[in-house]
């Protein structure tokens, strides 16, 4: 007995060595897992629309824009065109965040055009009816850039009469698209992040991980908002449980004038509009006065 102590006692370094490095190893294995999965913990695309603008009784089109990819091949996004004949040539660019597609988003765009907009709804390669792979942050990124060039150059839609709006995610996307295109009229973000990192921070995920490191997909719009030539709008509802409300006022805070930003009580991420939709509504007028302003003072 006294023998097998013994040579426990020899053996135990070893074995925590061993244990250590198993644990190390999984640790390791987790980490570079994660690197090459991200994305799947940010997008949460889905394939069925379940309704359309109809629904609200504004009319549509389906609209199809070519993208062609790395390996030379042809994919499609798919997006519904609504005309305001009543619009004064005004086009909002609808961004939707990470999740579902465009049917999701159909209250809050068919709010734009009844505030009269004409509303360019798209759904990234990988959500709905657009083709493609999983979706990540560059091609969303891209497939921002082709919604754009479609109403510049088949729409004829001349860049100072489009703003650019995008939800949650959608923010990040539009942040992006305004940055790379000045000559838009304006940026509207709503329930807007600075950051997937500081998302992931605020929300205390995956804690044990270096995410600094691990993190490709970035959304950095703390980092390109400064950036802005175009007037920005920012929403954000005050009980916001998914991308806090301090992100909204943070960005507001580094972004250049022209900016206004509007906290909504009592909203949460996805019910701003309907929580308070006359301050929404006035604050949209509000954001356009301030476009003309800035328009007439470019011309002088």
């Not at 991200?38 to 609209?63: A, L």
Request: aromatic share 12%.
């Amino acid at each position: 007995m006294e023998r097998k102590l013994e040579n426990f006692i020899h053996l135990l370094p070893q074995l925590i060595l061993g244990v250590c490095f198993v644990i190390l190893l999984t640790y390791a294995i987790f980490c570079i897992v994660l690197y090459f999965i991200q994305h799947k913990y940010i997008f949460f695309p889905s394939r069925v629309i379940e309704k359309t603008p109809s629904v609200y009784n504004v009319p549509f089109e389906d609209v199809w824009l070519s993208v062609k990819t790395k390996k030379n091949r042809n994919e499609r996004i798919h997006g519904w065109w609504m005309d305001n004949p009543n619009s004064d040539g005004k086009v909002l660019l609808y961004l939707h965040g990470n999740a579902l597609n465009i049917s999701a988003n159909i209250f809050a765009a068919t709010g734009y055009y009844k505030a009269g907009f004409s509303v360019f709804l798209i759904d990234y390669r990988g959500f709905g009816q657009s083709e493609g792979r999983f979706p990540n942050e560059s091609r969303v990124y891209e497939d921002a850039t082709i919604a754009w060039n479609y109403l510049v150059r088949q729409r004829k839609v001349h860049p100072s009469q489009i703003y650019i709006y995008g939800h949650s995610l959608g923010g990040a996307i539009a942040i992006d698209l305004a940055v790379k295109r000045p000559e838009a009229a304006g940026l509207i973000v709503e329930s807007t992040f600075t950051s997937v990192r500081n998302v992931i921070a605020a929300r205390k995920l995956f804690p044990i991980f270096p995410v600094n490191l691990i993190l490709k997909e970035r959304f950095d719009s703390i980092q390109k908002v400064p950036q802005l030539k175009v007037p920005i709008l920012i929403i954000h509802g005050t009980e916001d449980a998914t991308v806090p409300a301090f992100m909204g006022q943070t960005l507001y805070t580094v972004a250049p004038q022209p900016k206004e930003l509007i906290l909504v009580a009592g909203a949460d991420h996805n019910n701003v509009g309907e929580i308070a939709p006359s301050q929404y509504i006035k604050a949209v007028q509000s954001f356009l006065q301030v476009v003309q302003k800035q328009a007439q003072a470019t011309l002088h």
